[in-house]
């Protein structure tokens, strides 16, 4: 992808006490390669500009590991800066929750909280969403494999406490799939992100928020104002009522033109995006949300005019969707004609003993997971088994290859097509990676005009926003 691409994720918490100060608690920065510097390095520039304009008190948990980042924090910003592990995150928001429950921070009184570290997909198990600690880096953007993970879950103490003595929160995520985050918004906190649910965030999100933040602004305001100003393809979003209301409508159709895929492949929204096209009703609801967006553009365009692209002043909306999704049709069709949409098809395996066990496996699983080798070393354990049980566990876990191999050698005499399948589609996945540059500039398209749209969506449904308590809006800087 472009040098100036930059996946992240951060954390801060911001509150004010007796004093004219406000303090400010700096947490993130995991996650990223060996070297003297970090992706987060600009964005806490920009941060450290507004430390003495809005009257920041700043204590750092930041990073850990890149001396130039580290030294920016310590000289250039001045702080004490600790490293981002999970024991200082979690004893730094124990601590902001027992000044909550102290009433050292009363009611009435902000916490801002700011996220900056890279970001994982959401894991069924979580509220929120995994992110990167230090001392390790990612392999995958979408994973975070490689890393040591936390999570956002914890910050649900503080929002729980604001709600119940009426302190006034705010969360700011600046990570990849941040758009989880919203889970976290209630009464009393105001959430933004830096990127949709399934979408990774950019640097330069959390730099021009930063930027942006000046004294007696909103926090909707402040988010507003960024998310016009950008064109990365990440969708940020906001926990207000008119923010919700247009997640749920705009995202699932701009979701899919928003995908995007690096050279080496680690960066990948498109190819896992193809794949789930083939499963359930997806391909005939991608093109019903196709059919529904044009419908909504088209209005769009006879009552209020076209969209100027800052990216390029000749793009217009419709016309760059059309050509993206051509791209992907292109594709689709191509896999279509080689049976791979057979691997998404799903199989109920039975195995084991006294009590069978059900496990329900893809296609591909079947015909490309589960090796010999494998079968051969549960066979070596099961010799060598000390217990009863785990005796038990070895002969259920063999007789599941062993049910497997036979699925597969029956799935293969059906359809020998699909031997080569997964190899020919690994040429059309690798033919977007090849040309991933024009595959970013029209998402980076997309997204500079959806951001356009949003915004119109958004202040004409502001001017009839009742006067009731909005967390985003009554929270002032």
Same mark, same amino acid.
């Given at each position: 992808m472009k040098k100036q691409i930059k996946f992240l994720f951060a954390l801060a918490l911001v509150l004010p006490v007796l004093s004219s100060a406000t303090e400010v608690v700096l947490l993130g920065g995991g996650g990223d390669h060996e070297g003297p510097t970090t992706i987060f390095d600009p964005a806490l520039k920009s941060l450290g500009?507004? !430390?003495?304009?809005?009257?920041? =008190?700043?204590?750092?948990?930041?990073?850990?590991?890149?001396?130039?980042?580290?030294?920016?924090?310590?000289?250039?910003? %001045?702080?004490?800066?600790?490293?981002?592990?999970?024991?200082?995150?979690?004893?730094?928001?124990?601590?902001?929750?027992?000044?909550? !429950?102290? %009433?050292?921070?009363? =009611?009435?009184?902000?916490?801002?909280?700011?996220? *900056?570290?890279?970001?994982?997909? +959401? *894991?069924? /198990?979580?509220?929120? =969403?995994?992110?990167?600690?230090?001392? /390790?880096?990612?392999?995958?953007?979408?994973?975070?494999?490689?890393?040591?993970?936390?999570?956002?879950?914890?910050?649900?103490?503080?929002?729980?406490?604001?709600?119940?003595?009426?302190?006034?929160?705010?969360?700011? *995520?600046?990570?990849? =799939?941040?758009?989880?985050?919203?889970?976290?918004?209630?009464?009393?906190?105001?959430?933004?992100?830096?990127?949709?649910?399934?979408?990774?965030?950019?640097?330069?999100?959390?730099?021009?928020?930063?930027?942006?933040?000046?004294?007696?602004?909103?926090?909707?305001?402040?988010?507003?104002?960024? #998310?016009?100003?950008?064109?990365?393809?990440?969708?940020?979003?906001?926990?207000? #009522?008119?923010? +919700?209301?247009?997640?749920?409508?705009?995202?699932?159709?701009? /979701?899919?033109?928003?995908?995007?895929?690096? +050279?080496? %492949?680690?960066?990948?929204?498109? %190819?896992?995006?193809?794949?789930?096209?083939?499963?359930?009703n997806n391909a005939c609801m991608r093109e019903q949300n196709f059919g529904k967006l044009m419908g909504q553009l088209q209005d769009f365009e006879k009552t209020v005019g076209a969209l100027t692209s800052k990216v390029n002043h000749s793009v217009d909306l419709i016309e760059v969707l059309k050509s993206y999704k051509k791209d992907q049709d292109d594709c689709i069709e191509a896999l279509k004609k080689i049976n791979y949409p057979l691997f998404e098809k799903k199989e109920t395996i039975s195995y084991g003993h006294p009590k069978p066990l059900t496990e329900e496996l893809k296609w591909r699983d079947i015909m490309l997971g589960y090796p010999e080798s494998s079968l051969s070393y549960f066979q070596g354990l099961l010799k060598g088994a000390k217990t009863p049980v785990e005796k038990r566990d070895y002969e259920n876990t063999i007789d599941k290859f062993k049910k497997i191999r036979e699925k597969r050698a029956e799935i293969q005499k059906a359809h020998p097509e699909l031997l080569t399948a997964n190899d020919e589609a690994g040429t059309y996945f690798k033919s977007f990676r090849d040309k991933s540059n024009e595959i970013y500039n029209k998402a980076s398209q997309i997204a500079d005009l959806s951001n356009q749209f949003y915004d119109h969506q958004y202040h004409e449904r502001l001017k009839l926003e009742p006067k009731a308590p909005e967390p985003c809006r009554d929270f002032k800087l």
């Open positions: 500009k507004k !430390i003495e304009p809005l009257g920041f =008190h700043v204590t750092s948990s930041f990073n850990g590991g890149h001396h130039q980042t580290e030294e920016l924090l310590s000289k250039d910003m %001045g702080l004490q800066n600790k490293p981002f592990t999970s024991d200082n995150y979690n004893s730094i928001i124990n601590d902001y929750a027992q000044k909550i !429950i102290s %009433g050292k921070i009363k =009611h009435g009184e902000k916490l801002l909280i700011f996220m *900056d570290t890279h970001g994982a997909e +959401k *894991d069924e /198990s979580l509220l929120t =969403h995994p992110i990167a600690m230090s001392g /390790s880096a990612l392999t995958d953007y979408s994973s975070l494999a490689g890393t040591q993970l936390g999570s956002l879950d914890p910050l649900s103490k503080l929002t729980k406490l604001a709600k119940e003595k009426g302190i006034k929160l705010g969360i700011v *995520d600046f990570s990849c =799939h941040s758009g989880n985050s919203l889970s976290l918004a209630n009464e009393n906190t105001c959430v933004i992100s830096s990127s949709g649910t399934n979408h990774y965030g950019y640097s330069s999100f959390a730099e021009q928020f930063y930027a942006n933040m000046d004294q007696g602004k909103s926090l909707e305001e402040v988010f507003l104002k960024t #998310r016009s100003e950008e064109n990365m393809p990440a969708f940020p979003m906001i926990s207000t #009522r008119i923010g +919700k209301q247009l997640n749920d409508e705009e995202y699932p159709l701009f /979701s899919p033109y928003l995908n995007t895929v690096n +050279k080496a %492949g680690d960066a990948d929204k498109l %190819g896992p995006y193809i794949r789930r096209v083939f499963e359930g």
